[in-house]
């Protein structure tokens, strides 16, 4: 199977189109229900104690719950969505100013809380993280009906049968937790995973094969989804809650369904721990438990089943079995026994090794906005962005490190292209590549189409199955020029290859938007923080 695919070419193009229109115009989220950019706030209530949460956005989708408990008690709820790293370092950090956390896993608040702050932590609700695969292929690889191990789903991919979908595991939990779930299968289901087993020789080889199945990558697990939908893929690694979603979706339109399977050797969960950030308000304590105690209350946890989350460990309640349907594939009678997740310096050379060694390394054309609109603040904050992906010393903080394999294009851009930098692997050339960025001057108009469709040219020397490719657009102003140019060349690169872009200034959102539904990519918003901006999108590739 091959989830290159040729969208222009093809309907899947024209549903992609109206699909992401869609999403981006209603502003849709959560484990199935509405959608808004990393990092932005939904606002439930508007009285009373507010309690600030930071949340992983698989928590868009209790919006409703949440959105009527702070209307009945009279209290404001503001939710800010970051992904699984950002929540971590927030605990980390000697202020955090939120008053809870939410995170996927309960695995961010051990790694986070080294201040001892989190207090009164309570599970939510319990989800797994699961391959969905179009029901055909799935019978096609005699996965139907049977219990499949990690071991199945990497021959499938050393065979050239299955591609699949994936978050980043460096970025969001359900990638990192299906990574740590294969790392253990694959070094045969040891009591704790350790440093010494992570050096084991086959370990890297294995890795890298079924990584290299990875065909489409993502920052988001929600976002992830709604790339499936739009697009014409596999299958993916997602969440239980978000391939019953996405089924409904995919039946609705009536189109193939995705079959549910659970790597029995490697399975992780997603156990969406609620807890206390303890700043010392007896008030806000009360009202952070008040909320807890609803949320985990017989009536709202049925609720909450319904959207296709789980509340325990052993299967589902009567009244709620239909949601979990046996022709999806899915157990609602499964025991879920997860697997151990690692310690924290574990946990961490584990995602050091996954982005410097074991994924697909990533080609990324950078389109960078030399106009002369961008004199000054401007153009310091984009060195200084560049310099958090190409100077190592930054990219590590965040795990956003190069490998040996990987290659930065670079393409500044006024009126018209003004150069083409390329570096390869992860040394002194990436260095190099950051001193021509931080040297260039500034100036002239604003042609963005032009610098992308020459980004797509030059991607056509590369054998992009090799790779995770996307093109990054950073701009601060309307770009003259036609987009016909840029349609022309996607055309004839005939390849899915995502075009990112990020919002800075004044940049105009209809021209990045009609780049992001062409091409199955994201607009990010970069104009309060450009910095953050840049080191989420890269965690797309």
């Given at each position: 199977?091959n989830g290159?695919?040729?969208?222009?070419?093809?309907?899947?193009?024209?549903?992609?189109?109206?699909?992401?229109?869609?999403?981006?115009?209603?502003?849709?989220?959560g484990?199935?229900?509405?959608?808004?950019?990393?990092?932005?706030?939904?606002?439930?209530?508007?009285?009373?104690?507010?309690?600030?949460?930071?949340?992983?956005?698989?928590?868009?989708?209790?919006?409703?719950?949440?959105?009527?408990?702070?209307?009945?008690?009279?209290?404001?709820?503001?939710m800010?969505?970051?992904?699984?790293?950002?929540?971590?370092?927030?605990?980390?950090?000697?202020?955090?100013?939120?008053?809870?956390?939410?995170?996927?896993?309960?695995?961010?608040?051990?790694?986070?809380?080294?201040?001892?702050?989190?207090?009164?932590?309570?599970?939510?609700?319990?989800?797994?993280?699961i391959?969905?695969?179009?029901?055909?292929?799935?019978?096609?690889?005699?996965?139907?009906?049977?219990?499949?191990?990690?071991?199945?789903?990497?021959?499938?991919?050393?065979?050239?049968?299955?591609?699949?979908?994936?978050?980043?595991?460096?970025?969001?939990n359900?990638?990192?937790?299906?990574?740590?779930?294969?790392?253990?299968?694959?070094?045969?289901?040891?009591?704790?995973?350790?440093?010494?087993?992570?050096?084991?020789?086959?370990?890297?080889?294995?890795?890298?094969?079924?990584?290299?199945?990875?065909?489409?990558?993502?920052?988001?697990s929600?976002?992830?989804?709604?790339?499936?939908?739009?697009?014409?893929?596999?299958?993916?690694?997602?969440?239980?809650?978000?391939?019953?979603?996405?089924?409904?979706?995919?039946?609705?339109?009536?189109?193939?369904?995705?079959?549910?399977?659970?790597?029995?050797?490697?399975?992780?969960?997603?156990?969406?721990?609620?807890?206390?950030v303890?700043?010392?308000?007896?008030?806000?304590?009360?009202a952070?438990?008040?909320?807890?105690?609803?949320?985990?209350?017989?009536?709202?946890?049925?609720?909450?089943?319904?959207?296709?989350?789980?509340?325990?460990?052993?299967?589902?309640?009567?009244?709620?079995?239909?949601?979990?349907?046996?022709?999806?594939?899915?157990?609602?009678?499964?025991?879920?026994?997860?697997?151990?997740?690692?310690?924290?310096?574990?946990?961490?050379?584990?995602?050091?090794?996954?982005?410097?060694?074991?994924?697909?390394?990533?080609?990324?054309?950078?389109?960078?906005?030399?106009?002369?609109?961008?004199?000054?603040?401007?153009?310091?904050?984009?060195?200084?962005?560049?310099?958090?992906?190409?100077?190592?010393?930054?990219?590590?903080?965040?795990?956003?490190q190069?490998?040996?394999?990987?290659?930065?294009?670079?393409?500044?851009?006024?009126?018209?292209?003004?150069?083409?930098?390329?570096?390869v692997?992860?040394?002194?050339?990436?260095?190099?590549?950051?001193?021509?960025?931080?040297?260039?001057?500034?100036?002239?108009?604003?042609?963005?189409y032009?610098?992308?469709?020459?980004?797509?040219?030059?991607?056509?020397?590369?054998?992009?199955?090799?790779?995770?490719?996307a093109?990054?657009?950073?701009?601060?102003?309307?770009?003259?020029?036609?987009?016909?140019?840029?349609?022309?060349?996607?055309?004839?690169?005939?390849?899915?290859?995502?075009?990112?872009?990020?919002?800075?200034?004044e940049?105009?959102?209809?021209?990045?938007?009609?780049?992001?539904?062409?091409?199955n990519?994201?607009?990010?918003?970069?104009?309060?923080?450009?910095?953050?901006?840049?080191?989420?999108?890269?965690?797309?590739?």
């Amino acid at each position: 199977m091959n989830g290159r695919k040729k969208l222009l070419r093809s309907g899947v193009w024209r549903l992609a189109a109206l699909v992401m229109a869609a999403v981006l115009a209603l502003g849709l989220a959560g484990c199935g229900a509405g959608r808004q950019e990393a990092g932005g706030d939904d606002v439930f209530g508007s009285g009373g104690v507010t309690l600030r949460i930071l949340s992983g956005s698989e928590n868009r989708e209790l919006a409703p719950i949440l959105e009527r408990y702070a209307r009945e008690k009279g209290v404001t709820i503001v939710m800010d969505y970051q992904g699984s790293l950002d929540i971590m370092r927030a605990l980390q950090a000697e202020e955090t100013p939120y008053d809870a956390v939410w995170p996927a896993s309960s695995l961010w608040i051990s790694a986070g809380d080294t201040h001892h702050r989190v207090k009164h932590a309570q599970s939510v609700s319990v989800t797994p993280v699961i391959f969905g695969i179009r029901e055909s292929l799935a019978r096609q690889l005699g996965f139907v009906g049977r219990e499949v191990s990690v071991g199945d789903i990497l021959a499938a991919t050393r065979a050239g049968e299955l591609s699949f979908c994936m978050t980043s595991a460096t970025q969001s939990n359900s990638g990192c937790s299906a990574y740590i779930g294969f790392l253990y299968a694959m070094l045969g289901s040891p009591d704790v995973l350790t440093a010494d087993a992570l050096a084991e020789p086959a370990l890297a080889e294995e890795m890298q094969a079924l990584l290299a199945g990875v065909d489409r990558s993502s920052g988001s697990s929600d976002w992830l989804k709604d790339l499936f939908l739009a697009g014409d893929y596999d299958a993916m690694v997602n969440y239980e809650c978000l391939i019953i979603s996405a089924n409904r979706e995919l039946e609705a339109q009536g189109r193939e369904t995705l079959y549910a399977v659970y790597p029995y050797d490697g399975l992780s969960l997603a156990d969406s721990p609620l807890g206390y950030v303890d700043g010392g308000s007896e008030e806000k304590e009360q009202a952070f438990l008040d909320l807890q105690a609803y949320l985990l209350s017989g009536e709202v946890q049925d609720e909450i089943q319904r959207t296709g989350r789980r509340t325990g460990y052993e299967g589902v309640s009567e009244e709620n079995r239909e949601v979990f349907r046996a022709d999806w594939g899915l157990q609602p009678d499964r025991v879920l026994s997860p697997i151990r997740m690692p310690a924290s310096d574990v946990l961490f050379q584990c995602l050091d090794l996954y982005q410097t060694s074991f994924r697909k390394p990533s080609l990324t054309v950078y389109c960078l906005d030399y106009s002369g609109s961008m004199e000054g603040e401007g153009s310091s904050q984009l060195v200084d962005a560049m310099a958090q992906v190409l100077i190592q010393e930054n990219a590590a903080r965040h795990f956003l490190q190069a490998s040996q394999s990987e290659v930065n294009i670079v393409i500044p851009f006024a009126s018209e292209p003004l150069a083409a930098w390329a570096a390869v692997g992860n040394g002194a050339e990436l260095e190099a590549l950051y001193a021509q960025v931080e040297s260039q001057p500034v100036g002239g108009g604003t042609d963005l189409y032009a610098a992308v469709a020459q980004g797509l040219q030059l991607l056509e020397g590369y054998d992009l199955s090799q790779y995770t490719p996307a093109v990054i657009v950073m701009s601060d102003g309307m770009s003259g020029g036609s987009m016909d140019g840029f349609l022309a060349a996607y055309e004839r690169l005939g390849q899915d290859v995502p075009v990112f872009s990020i919002l800075f200034g004044e940049a105009d959102p209809t021209q990045l938007e009609e780049l992001a539904r062409a091409t199955n990519g994201r607009v990010f918003d970069g104009r309060e923080d450009l910095v953050a901006a840049f080191r989420s999108v890269k965690g797309y590739n």
